[in-house]
């Protein structure tokens, strides 16, 4: 057994900022990660960071595009905090030697992003994440802080409602291994895979929302789902907004500018729930091309692509043999952010002691019921640093307390009742079927007959799934064991969020019901609260906490 102060679980950015932080406060804080640091979804975040730095904007102005964005379901004392602390954060990346790219004038350069009032999205081309990621991992190298990587964690140990450690699989020899510590911190990311046309990496399946919910934590506004409105038809794969905010335009198959009809001020740059209701309306409609609608950058000219969107350019030569020079990318909407997580405080403490939560895992809530483009990686500093003190705070005061003697056999028997069954329901083919229950039951467009059928067929795979059985029996790099744990969490998941979306009847943000195609302020003003009750979901509310903006009809 390994014993450290903090154990933190992901080496995204959030998982990576909080343990810099803990590092400083003089902490042995450790980052578990199912793969290697670098490799976190993280790295592919394209477009950019918000932050209000010039004197012409104000942390105000990001508040207000936030909670509008969010559709009034974002708590806004959370929200101004983001806002308000987005620039130290920012200047701070820059000192740890993050490069952004310039303006004219030598200062980072900001773009305009999708539901913002102002140009306030900060970025280095189109590889933002990239450069983040690794400054931050420069960082950890230097604070020293000890990585286990490719190290899968199949459980928070908490006991007598605390949480202890984890349990964790080392994928390159198949052991597992247990960590004790003070405190555990999840960073896990988001849960992408659970739909089949996504833009989230392989590796993100929400983990640590399923390992929450079974340690006692809650989940919160699970119903909310960000469809993203431009990713290749085929892969999934991202086409940042930021092609938009540097002026490309969105065309249906009769070369209309269709957006000017959905939001006649800003048309592509609506917010993203708006921008993906658009295209699927008009594919819908018939007015689509091949299921697609056409992302046009053509008129932005080689040099300007080539300058602040070569990995676009790029990624569609390669995944949808067009060069957007030449000819316009065809593009849909797909599953991208998940805005729901597990329920925090502002420090990122879970109603469990000593389990603490931040990043695209977490919801504290700051992006209510639609996310804004370029305020997750934000999300994901602000509130990685601010978890990384308050887990700190929290290990400094309390001691270790002891490690459950039975948990590894427990966990063990787990692993070994999957692996041993001789013979079984394929787990790939039923991870193909959940993910064509989400998108077919739980996607842009709702209503209660298909939601509660699709938590119907859900929960039928849930019961299927207790029989699968395993090709591989090996022990090095059992990837298909992985795709088994990962499907059990995916599973919860989707059902947390069908659950959600059933008894959500309103529409708000990206949650568009059409039997209840109206925001209702009056009964809706609140958050969903998921929580297991002898390993039964239960639903619970929480109200909306409303400062400064009384909400108002959203208009783009
Ligand atoms: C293609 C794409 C582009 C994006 N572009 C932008 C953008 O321009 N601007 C913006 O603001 N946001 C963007 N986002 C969103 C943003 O990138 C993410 O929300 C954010 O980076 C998430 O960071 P994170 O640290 O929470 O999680 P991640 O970076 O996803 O890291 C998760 C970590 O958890 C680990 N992990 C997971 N499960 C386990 C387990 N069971 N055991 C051990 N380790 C585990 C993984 O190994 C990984 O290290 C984009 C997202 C995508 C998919």
Redesign the pocket.
Known sequence: MVIHDIVI???????MRAAIEASRAGLDAAI????Y?VR???V??????NAALKDTDSWENHAFDTVKGSDYLGDQDAIELLCKEAPFDIMELEKMGAIFSRDPEGRIAQRPFGGAGYPRTCYLADR??HALLHVMYEQLVKHEVVLYDE???VKVVVEDGTARGVI?LELSTGKLHRLHSKAVLI????Y?RVFRTT???L??TG??MGLALDAGAELMDMEFVQFHPTVLKRTGI?M?EGCRGEGGYLLNSKGERFMSRYAPKVQELASRDVVSRAEQTEIEEGRGVDGCVLLDLRHLGADKINRKLPQIRSLAINFAGVDPVEKPIPVKPGA??SMGGIRTDFDGATTVPGLYAA???ACVSVHGANRL??????E?IVF?RRAGIGVSNFSESNGLLPFPATALKEAAFEVADITKRDSGESPAALREEMAGVMEAHSGIFRDRTRLTDGLRKLRDIRERFKGVALTDRGDYYNNELLQVIELAQMLKISEAILLGAVEREESRGSHFRTDFPLRNDKDWMKHTLVSLKDGEMKLGYKAVTVTKFQPQERKY
């Open positions: 679980i992901g080496g995204g950015l959030a998982g578990v990660s199912k793969i640091p976190s979804h993280s592919a975040a394209q477009g950019g960071i933002t994440g190290w899968h964690v964790a960073a896990t990311g988001g992408g833009t989230n990496a590796s993100s983990d640590g991202l940042t991208h952010y990043g695209e895992c483009g370029g305020n997750s990686l934000l994901a990685g």
